[in-house]
């Protein structure tokens, strides 16, 4: 075989890895594999700044089959994306991180941009390492696959120092190692029914990563079975149809306070990819730890099982297989109801609009999106009090139409979304962001532009960190400090990127404005909302409670 530079071996690895697409922001530091980039037939999609590349890659991790991928370049490269990283290891997100190293030859002089990586994402990441030969870069990229997919899926780093990646080897392409199966037998499938099928109270919660259209039907067809209310997790409510009689709504950030108590009431949980965590247990006040209900738990992460309560029964297995493994041990039948009635008429009633101040109501907003978007529409968003509207009132009837960060990151909804329409540039793909959360990677609408990713930009602008002010009302009233903001006319912005902007003062604007959105192109629709609404006279606590 002829000698190639590793940058070549690197590329080569990634097309044969089935890789596709990858996400950047050039750096000298890996100037060969933008080389090898050149004539590899892999889309390199350039952003504007390293934390929206790697949320831009994270989000296409979360769609899958692939792990995202995604270069930057070493020392502020670096540690600018390791907000997208953060963000894959708390959402058990695929993601293989390529950085840009200073050269090997002059490792600890402590050269330009030089950074210790190991030490620096070794917290972040599930692995982190520096190649040091240019020989055994395939071995390290072969490395660095298996573990972003094993297990409880993440993001993992190899560090490329420059003269490692410029220099010449022969090339010898590693093969991709295939997953272990994770399967439930029929026996344990049978002792989990015993466990759900002498229940009074059952409830089934869904959640994590690894799932996918055919594993939500199964799961949706357990549920009908079984007679139970099925729950997702927090962002995790594409997971199963929210049509279905069975859903119940999602144990998240702002949830029904009638699930959270259902939830307590539970008599045997079956919680399939989720963990009871913080989150869905309301700080772990909803489920008592001394006196735990019955729960079997089925995880691909072994150490998830039994991680905040204990399983009466645990298995290692990935979602899709346990549920297959149940529905093949269940008649296929209704089963007498146990709850999914009750449950299903408290989330409905949720949904029921709650008015807030202003001549925007945010909620009728995403009622309207409810109702008349196309089912197969993906929304996206960052963090703040404007998402709980979206949790609350909208529905989703498809798997895969939410991407979100379950780590409760700024900035995402614009990378997501871009990241989303390139993946389905034919279906429609709506970037919901607050006025705060937008701002933090509003540059990536140039990445938008270049690409055609023709997305519809929803923000909801009340001049303000929005959820720091709520919690700042009420622990210091009256003591406003450092939550104000000062926005863009986004109007004019969406011209200025070759876009359209609208601007809706009145609830009744809005469902034009998303017609002419729908049409194609960058669109940013501007809600202007009532500057209190979503901090001091309507805060979050009044949106959760009914």
Wanted: hydrophobic letters at 40%; aromatic letters at 8%; charged letters at 20%.
């Amino acid at each position: 075989m002829a000698n190639v530079h590793g940058g070549q071996i690197l590329v080569d690895c990634l097309r044969a890895f089935g890789v596709r697409r990858v996400f950047s922001v050039p750096g000298e530091s890996f100037l060969a594999a933008l080389d090898g980039l050149h004539d590899s037939g892999l889309e390199n999609v350039v952003c504007r700044q390293e934390g929206g590349a790697a949320m831009m890659a994270e989000a296409h991790g979360k769609m899958g089959p692939m792990p995202g991928v995604v270069f930057v370049t070493r020392g502020p490269g670096a540690t600018n994306a390791s907000a997208g990283l953060h963000i894959a290891m708390h959402d058990a997100t695929p993601l293989v991180c390529f950085v840009g190293q200073a050269p090997l030859k002059h490792r600890d002089r402590g050269v330009f941009q030089e950074v210790d990586y190991r030490a620096f994402f070794g917290p972040l990441v599930k692995w982190v390492a520096e190649v040091e030969r240019t020989d055994r870069i395939a071995e390290y990229v072969a490395t660095a696959f298996r573990i972003a997919r094993s297990g409880r899926p993440g993001p993992v780093v190899l560090a490329l120092p420059e003269d490692v990646l410029s220099a010449l080897a022969e090339e010898t392409p590693h093969t991709d190692a295939a997953s272990p199966d994770l399967e439930m037998s029929d026996r344990q499938a049978k002792r989990v029914l015993e466990v759900l099928g002498t229940a009074e109270r059952p409830m089934i919660v869904v959640g994590g990563s690894s799932w996918d259209a055919t594993t939500a039907q199964t799961a949706a067809e357990v549920a009908r079975r079984l007679g139970a209310p099925i729950a997702a997790t927090f962002r995790r409510q594409d997971y199963i149809d929210n049509d279905h009689p069975n859903y119940a709504g999602d144990l998240g950030v702002g949830m029904n306070p009638a699930l959270g108590k259902r939830l307590s009431q539970a008599d045997a949980i079956l919680v399939v990819g989720a963990e009871l965590n913080d989150i869905t247990t309301q700080d772990f006040s909803l489920i008592d730890a001394a006196h735990p209900p019955r729960i079997v738990q089925a995880s691909s992460d072994p150490d998830a099982l039994s991680k905040h309560y204990p399983a009466e029964l645990s298995f290692t297995v990935d979602p899709a297989a346990a549920f297959g493994a149940l529905a093949a041990a269940l008649p296929d039948r209704a089963g007498a109801d146990r709850g999914a009635k009750a449950a299903r008429a408290e989330f409905e009633a949720w949904q029921t609009p709650k008015e807030t101040p202003g001549e925007v109501k945010l909620e009728e907003v995403i009622c309207w999106l409810r109702d008349n978007a196309d089912p197969k529409t993906i929304i996206t968003n960052g963090a703040g009090n404007y998402a709980a509207f979206l949790h609350r009132y909208y529905r989703f009837r498809q798997f895969g139409t939410q991407l979100a960060p379950t780590s409760g990151s700024m900035g995402y909804g614009l990378p997501a979304a871009v990241s989303a329409k390139l993946n389905h540039p034919e279906r429609p793909v709506i970037c919901l962001a607050g006025d705060g959360c937008l701002q933090m990677t509003i540059q990536e609408l140039s990445t938008a532009r270049q690409y055609g990713a023709d997305i519809i930009v929803i923000v909801a602008n009340n001049g303000r960190y929005g959820t720091i002010r709520m919690h700042q009302e009420k622990s210091y009233p009256q003591r406003v400090s450092g939550t104000n903001l000062f926005n863009p006319d986004y109007v004019a912005l969406a011209g200025a990127y070759g876009g359209t902007g609208h601007l809706v003062t009145k609830t009744g604007e809005f469902p034009a404005a998303y017609r002419a959105a729908e049409a194609g192109g960058l669109h940013i629709i501007e809600l202007r909302l009532d500057p209190d609404m979503l901090s001091t006279g309507f805060s979050i606590s009044d949106l959760t409670q009914d």
